[in-house]
């Protein structure tokens, strides 16, 4: 089944300074996909106001995956962690046993990033925070790992579940096929551009949800890119 979820669809939030769209339920906001799809939780589309933010407050038991769409985040966290995530990056959170941090855009300009949580495989573990820069060039034509807890996937951050968060820039006619191992879905969001997933065409900030196929293509009909989670059902 490969199902298409408008970005019309997704849940809503916003306020002064953020305006936010829910493809899961989140805190206390109903949004079509219900609370998870597998060990996906949270796929949030936020805009930040240039100079707002998260003030500090906490996480726990969760892999939360930041990726910046424009503009930048800066983060801190009650283990000392500092750094700003530019377009194109991606930090990895490991609340673990409990973790307070705070996200402000510190730029001139908005910010628009995607945060991502999926359950950890293992509740427990020790805290951490990582950031990496990936050149959107070195994603032309490819899925690339950006983030990833599986044996023998190299060059992505590390996150402590059998999942795999995958980047691509892909231009107008390009063809990609990707293959679900049993067990295993998928969900994809292009953050630009238009793309068909098999017979069911998505536009900016959709969702496509993915379950039950062994394979699947994705043609691109207008320069695209996405994200692309594989992960346990």
């Known amino acids: 089944m490969i199902k298409v979820i408008p970005k019309t669809a997704l849940g809503r939030f916003d306020n002064e300074w953020l305006h936010s769209r829910f493809h899961f339920s989140f805190s206390g906001v109903a949004a079509p996909m219900g609370s998870r ?65 705070a996200e402000w855009n510190r730029e001139s300009v908005d910010t628009e990033l995607f945060q991502i949580w999926v359950e950890p495989d293992r509740g427990g573990l020790t805290p951490r925070w990582a950031t990496a820069d990936f050149p959107r060039g070195d994603r032309a034509g490819r899925l690339v790992p950006l983030a990833s807890g599986e044996k023998g996937v190299e060059g992505a951050l590390a996150i402590h579940q059998n999942a795999t968060l995958y980047g691509a820039q892909l231009e107008a006619g390009t063809r990609l096929r990707h293959e679900l191992a049993p067990g295993r879905v998928a969900y994809l969001v292009p953050a630009e551009g238009r793309i068909k997933v098999g017979d069911q065409a998505a536009g900016a900030r959709d969702g496509v949800a993915i379950l039950g196929e062994k394979t699947f293509e994705i043609a691109v009909e207008e320069a695209a890119e996405l994200l692309l989670f594989d992960l346990p059902a």
């Open 37 to 101: 799809f597998g060990a996906l939780r949270v796929w949030n589309d936020d805009l930040i106001r240039a100079g707002t933010g998260f003030p500090q407050h906490g996480h726990r038991d969760m892999e939360i995956i930041t990726y910046v769409r424009h503009g930048a985040i800066s983060h801190a966290d009650s283990l000392g962690n500092e750094g700003r995530t530019e377009a194109g990056s991606v930090q990895v959170m490991s609340a673990g046993t409990g973790i307070q941090h």
